[in-house]
């Protein structure tokens, strides 16, 4: 089981961009898919975007295609989620998850690999 720390969250204001980390230990990284959700006050934890394991295959939520770009660095055992064109509706806990098996999504059900969350504040 990976350990995972997520960085990079922060207050921008809409139209800006951040670039969120998740930083994970242990050396088999590169045989895990890797997922970013996020969950804002009072609702449930909802789908971002994933890669596979080799980074060939990348999935996003309709509400930030176009604008969320998922990438990784298997050297650094650091996969990133590059935000541009941040709207007031993308504000929420920022998480990643990893799993050997399947690329995660769009449920966020059934993982055991969590990080703690970076706070995203877009300001309209």
């Known amino acids: 089981q990976v350990q995972l720390v997520e960085s990079g969250g922060g207050l921008v204001q809409a139209g800006g961009s951040l670039r969120l980390s998740c930083a994970a230990s242990?050396?088999?990284?590169?045989?895990?898919?890797v997922g970013w959700f996020r969950q804002a006050p009072g609702k449930e934890r909802e789908f971002v975007a994933a890669?596979?394991?080799?980074?060939?295959?990348?999935r996003y939520a309709d509400s930030v295609k176009g604008r969320f770009t998922i990438s990784r660095d298997n050297t650094k055992n650091t996969v990133y989620l590059q935000m541009n064109s941040l709207k007031a509706e993308d504000t929420a806990v920022y998480y990643c998850?990893?799993?050997?098996?399947?690329?995660?999504?769009?449920?966020?059900?059934?993982?055991?690999?969590w990080g703690q969350g970076t706070q995203v504040t877009v300001s309209s």
């Open positions: 998850t990893a799993d050997q098996y399947r690329v995660p999504g769009p449920s966020p059900r059934g993982y055991t690999s």
């Open positions: 242990g050396r088999t990284f590169s045989s895990y898919h």
């Open positions: 890669t596979s394991s080799s980074g060939g295959i990348t």
